[in-house]
């Protein structure tokens, strides 16, 4: 598979997620624990991993594979430990796996509007902003386009924060 995704993203999945200071600067009212940056780190790491995993011919998930921290298949999906975060490779029409989606909940709306920034810093680029959601694109008009698209959770409900981040190919 051709993979068009700039090096840099891995290189430097640091920034991707926010860093403990950072992540305190984001909340004002309280500072986040290791472990909810630490869901909010991993998160991000597998929206990056998604996006380098999609193909037109199916999924090649060699970084969750390759990467201890995660346990799972391609067919039943990747979890780390008791970290609320799943990743599931669903199925087109025909059978072939062209999408890749992360779910997780992070602690606070401040951890999400940290983790976006990350992204748009790791992905190197500015995504589409679509109202309800924001989607990166890569390779438009090329042999293998792909996209990230980020659904946040705008509301926060019971003080949790659900969000998915969905890759396909294209």
């Known amino acids: 598979m051709t993979r068009l995704l700039k090096p840099a993203i891995f290189v430097s999945l640091a920034a991707a997620v926010p860093s403990p200071s950072g992540a305190a600067e984001a909340l004002k009212s ?3 624990t290791a472990e909810q940056i630490a869901v909010a780190t991993q998160t991000a790491v597998a929206a990056v991993y998604c996006l380098a995993a999609v193909g037109k011919d199916g999924p090649d998930p060699a970084r969750f594979d390759e990467d201890a921290a995660w346990t799972g298949t391609v067919t039943k999906g990747y979890s780390q430990g008791d970290m609320p975060i799943a990743v599931s490779f669903p199925k087109d029409k025909d059978g072939v796996s062209r999408t890749c989606v992360v779910e997780a909940t992070l602690a606070s709306l401040e951890l999400q509007y940290a ?5 748009e810093a790791a992905l190197q680029s500015e995504p589409i902003d ?16 792909r996209g990230l698209q980020f ?5 926060g409900l019971n003080n949790k924060v659900n969000l998915r981040l969905v890759a396909a190919a294209f």
Not at 151 to 155: I, K, M, Q, V
């Open 30 to 32: 309280e500072e986040p």
């Open 130 to 145: 679509q109202g309800s959601n924001l989607i990166w694109m890569f390779g438009a008009g090329g042999e293998s386009p």
């Open 151 to 155: 659904f946040p959770d705008y509301l």
């Open 115 to 119: 983790m976006r920034g990350g992204l």
